[in-house]
């Protein structure tokens, strides 16, 4: 079968496309224009913008000879353009009046377990799923869990591993009794093959479970014991510092921390108590519980690091934006006394000197608050690399004793060099 998959290269899409293929499904990736190719490149993708293609005309020529779709575009956070009422919303029901007019009856909506009021991510979500099953399609609204895997993790699911892995304790919002149902990646893939497989199985709304109902105390505490740290004590933190963390997360930064995840996570994330048994009717479907995914996938040293990683990556990017905010204002306050005394034994003239601190401050204080802002990050960390080799080169050049002393600017600066190829090496936004 012929399956067009929105999404297709994130965390939830990306195991449903290589269980597609596995089965032997032609598949389609429909992604973003700057991830084309990065991450299934035997498999076509084209290009969209959820954001922007909200008309079915936008669909329709997507969709010649596409036998089946499945839609698993979603964002955490909004973002400009990316809202949840057009990303959510306006661009599926788009895909969808299309698939209608192209033929395409099979449809499988990846929607999100939980209530309308933990927040617009799940209420759009829902939303969507109403307006499909007025439509004239064979469509089918599958609605996951927490969704883990054991070979790799991204997003909500990276970040709870590092909070599992963190060293001599592991922090819980309030005592860490919410309850989850979480459900293997794997699993929603097997799951999305069953339903195009099975005909008779549609016009319904099915959860994505898994077969055993856990606190997020004991979920964390098994990701631990598998990643291979050793035991930890707990700390408990307050909900009100949870929430406030969570704001901060939503305005300043980029990652899953936000208000979906914690209010998702602060009322539980469980199905109905007929859900198991519905999966198992519907699609034949029977998840490994969590401990077991564990047992037959060992952990590995790749898996120990990115755990540990997560949370020094960002205080990393955040300490080097504020060390260029900081030059940058000690660039615009130093006097010109000061400048031409620093610069007294350079070939530079006073004036000149003057001129190059007030311009390399400008670009640094300017650098220093895109890089906070998380600003095309990639292009801000390569700008802040190329100049910190200008200085050290320029430095070298105009005052080669400095260069030679032993805490002079080569030596200074080669960590700070390291730290920046470090974060454009792991920095994971294109």
Known sequence: MRVLVTGAYGFIGAHIVAALSAADHEVICVVRDARIDSRFPGLRAIACDMARDI??????????????????????RERGADTFAAVHEQAPLALFHASQQMGVQRVIQISALGNAIDGEFIASKHCCDE???????????????????????YGGTSLLRGLAALPGFVPLPGRGEQQVQPIEAEDVGAAVVAALARSQCAREVIELIGPEVMTLRDYLFAWRRWLGFGPARTLTVPATLVRMASVIGERLGNGPMGQTMTRMLERGNVGAPDAAMRLHQSLGLTPRPLLRALDETPSHVQDRWHARLYFWLPALRVLIALLWVGSGVVGWLASRTAVMALAADTPLSANASFMLARLTGTADLLLGVLCLSRWRPRLVLTLMLLMLLGYTLGIGILWPAHWLDPFGGLLKNLPLIAALAILLATDERR
Do not use: E, F, K, M
Not at 132 to 153: E, I, K, Q, T
């Open 55 to 76: 008309h079915s005309a936008d669909w329709t020529s997507r969709l010649d000879g596409i036998q089946a779709v499945v839609n698993c575009a979603g964002i955490l």
């Open 131 to 153: 307006a499909l099953a007025a439509l004239d399609l064979d469509w089918l609204v599958l609605r996951p869990s927490l969704v883990y895997s054991a070979r790799g993790s």
